[in-house]
């Protein structure tokens, strides 16, 4: 047993400058990188922020084209089921009141 303790013993020494350099290159890494890191999560703020605004102006504009189109709408239902079966009568009074406006007397010069 003794034996066995002694080799894990001098593995463990073989071993552990390689884990120190590893851990040592994985802190210089993190350190070399932060800055990218940093200025990336940066213009990634930045960019989601443009985002945002450009997203709320999209929506705006979308309900303002909804709005201007529900409206159109409404005014095309509303000449194709009101006033186009009332075209006769209203064809008829507008000939009735051309006909009395033309046959009323004009005012006088004086």
């Known amino acids: 047993m003794e034996v ?3 080799l894990f013993a001098l593995f463990v ?8 350099l590893a851990v040592a290159l994985k802190v210089l890494f993190a350190l070399v990188l ?10 990634k703020g930045l960019l989601g922020l443009v985002g945002l605004v450009v997203g ?3 929506g705006l504009f ?14 095309f239902l509303f000449l ?3 006033m ?3 075209a006769p009568l209203l064809l008829l009074g507008g000939l009735v009141w051309l006909a009395l406006k033309a046959f009323s007397p004009g005012p006088r010069p004086v």
């Open 34 to 43: 932060l800055p990218l890191k940093i200025v990336g999560v940066v213009f």
């Open 13 to 20: 020494l073989a071993v552990m400058p390689f884990v120190l």
């Open 4 to 6: 066995l303790g002694l």
């Open 80 to 82: 194709v089921l009101v």
């Open 62 to 75: 979308g309900l303002l084209a909804g709005g201007i189109g529900l409206v159109v709408g409404l005014l």
């Open 56 to 58: 709320l102006a999209s």
């Open 84 to 86: 186009l079966p009332l």
